[in-house]
């Protein structure tokens, strides 16, 4: 992993970052591309000025690098000026934490790597495409655009790439905001409202009942519960091989064990399917052992048993053995990208126990629960730091990683659409605008304004549309190599891929009909007399 902003974030993420980035740099070159191609016609007679004056092709593709170059150099500055906005945004909205951009000699060599690529990606191609114009036919005001060229059939493989690219982006987001909504919303079995969580720095066990004793007493707090760990705990696991006593030990299986304590299941509300809950009858002291697991549906299922016929069987562990009294509904004490795994509950003494838990009540004051508990907490281990943690924030920052993926992806998409849309509205608008005395011509012959726009707008449709078909499948193939990660995932449906391309389709169309009813509208009179 990499960190940013000490926020530890794994090499995927910032691969993925890095994508978009690229796909936004990409869909701004394909930009400039057309609409400096789409230009050039214009310029032609300049361009064959320069070639009597006696410019050589070289020299042409040279002096337009140049002016691409100038473009970027004067971008790079914007973008450095405006990049302590950009950063404030960052780190308020998406990172949540402080990061801070330090000119140095590695950035400045990375800046200017990109520029050169920018250059060269963005100005080779229009370059190309003016050099090539013969100063005779173009001063002679015979036709320089074709739409049947070459230069116009890279012109619409462009148009479909921009918009592939979009595509692809906002089939990303859609797919990424319903699998955090998924995993939001999903029950993990287990109660997490209003719990806040604490360490306890030492096994004593004359403090721990001490201070769990004296937790309860407050009106704020309506239960307490000590353990190993609460769900979802990271920081304290423990894991076990364990078998049937029948079994041999070859068939050793891997399980997680926590020692908990008799009102654990009321305390985070798990689901009793079979058998009973541990009670004080499983108390033993420490040097006694344990007397009685709980386990998982999984461990059961791994044992092809069902949850009744595992009751009564001895299961042995690397620390003793004991009888099954009972099985809890699967809950997920782990993140939904991890599979849940076997799990045995027992209690085992006060020797594991290294986390506090209390459930507030929902009508008291939380300012003054928390305070009792920091005093509580303090009179048995003075000498150690107090912290705490609500229960559902450690949930939330278990996803922290997948909101920056999906926050870099809102803003990412955001661009994206307003570089392409922009793209196409002015390549739409110029290409149109050397239609504007056929627009005349048909207006006079009883076009409609409806079938001038249909008629103006079909070839650009056509092409979004093709990108959309392509987009679609590569979408599906990056969400899916995404979802791979998760365990737990929402399946993407058809229609989320169909409403997708409608959101594409309607933010091309409204580019495509602004320019279109405007020409459309036009005079015919007017049209013909400014040919």
């Known amino acids: 992993t990499d960190s940013i902003a000490s926020y530890s974030t794994s090499d995927s993420v910032l691969t993925g970052l890095m994508i978009m980035t690229v796909i936004i740099v990409l869909i701004a070159c394909v930009n400039y591309i057309n609409l400096s191609s789409a230009i050039a016609i214009k310029r032609s007679k300049e361009v064959a000025i320069y070639k009597i004056l006696g410019d050589k092709k070289h020299q042409l593709i040279v002096r337009n690098l140049f002016e691409t170059a100038v473009l970027v150099f004067i971008a790079t500055i914007h973008a450095f000026a405006f990049s302590g906005y950009f950063i404030n945004l960052i780190n308020g909205g998406i990172l949540n934490q402080t990061f801070e951009l330090h000119l140095s000699t590695d950035i400045v060599l990375m800046t200017v790597g990109v520029g050169v690529f920018i250059v060269a990606m963005a100005g080779l191609y229009p370059a190309l495409l003016m050099s ?16 049947k060229g070459p230069a116009n059939i890279i012109r619409r493989v462009l148009i479909m790439i921009q918009f592939a690219f979009v595509h692809v982006i906002i089939i990303g987001v859609a797919g990424v905001y319903f699998q955090l909504d998924y995993m939001r919303n999903t029950d993990l079995g287990f ?23 004296g937790l309860v007493q407050h009106a704020g707090i309506e239960n307490a519960n000590i353990s190993s760990g609460v769900p979802f705990e990271s920081d304290y696991q423990y894991g076990t091989s364990y078998r049937l006593t029948s079994e041999d030990n070859s068939q050793k299986r891997e ?140 949930i ?91 365990t737990y995932k929402n399946e993407l449906t058809l229609l989320t891929y169909v409403l997708s391309a409608i959101v594409t389709v309607i933010i091309a169309s409204l580019t495509i009909s602004v320019q279109t009813l405007k020409t459309a509208q036009l005079n015919p009179v007017d049209s013909l007399r400014n040919e």
């Open 396 to 486: 939330a920052q278990v996803y922290e990683q997948d909101n920056l993926i999906f926050n870099a992806l809102k803003i990412g998409a955001v661009i994206a659409i307003a570089l392409g849309g922009s793209g196409l509205f002015a390549l739409v608008a110029f290409f149109i605008n050397m239609k504007t005395k056929e627009v005349g011509i048909r207006k006079v012959l009883g076009a409609s304004i409806p079938r001038l726009i249909v008629q103006l707008s079909s070839g650009f449709m056509k092409l979004i549309i093709v990108s959309i078909i392509i987009s679609t499948c590569a979408g599906w193939w990056l969400m899916n190599e995404w979802m791979s990660g998760f």
């Open 191 to 213: 109660k997490s409202n209003a719990i806040i969580s604490f360490n306890l720095p030492q096994r004593d066990s004359l403090k721990i009942e001490r201070l769990k004793y």
């Open 255 to 394: 399980a997680e064990m926590k020692v908990v304590d008799t009102d654990y299941k009321d305390f985070y509300e798990l689901e009793l399917i079979a058998g009973r809950w541990l009670n004080e009858s499983n108390r033993l002291f420490w040097q006694e052992g344990f007397n009685g697991f709980v386990v998982n549906e999984t461990l059961v299922k791994e044992l092809n048993l069902t949850p009744e016929e595992v009751i009564g069987k001895r299961i042995a562990i690397n620390e003793g053995e004991a009888e099954v009294v009972g099985v809890v509904r699967d809950y997920h004490n782990m993140w939904l990208k991890d599979e849940i795994e076997p799990l045995l509950l027992f209690y085992w003494g006060t020797g594991f126990f290294s986390k506090g838990a209390i459930q507030l009540s929902s009508d008291q004051n939380a300012l003054a629960a928390i305070a009792h508990l920091e005093n509580s907490w303090k009179t048995e281990f003075p000498e150690y730091d107090f912290e705490y943690q609500w229960l559902d924030e450690r």
């Open 132 to 147: 090539r114009f013969k100063p005779v036919e173009t001063l002679k005001s015979k036709q320089i655009y074709s739409s």
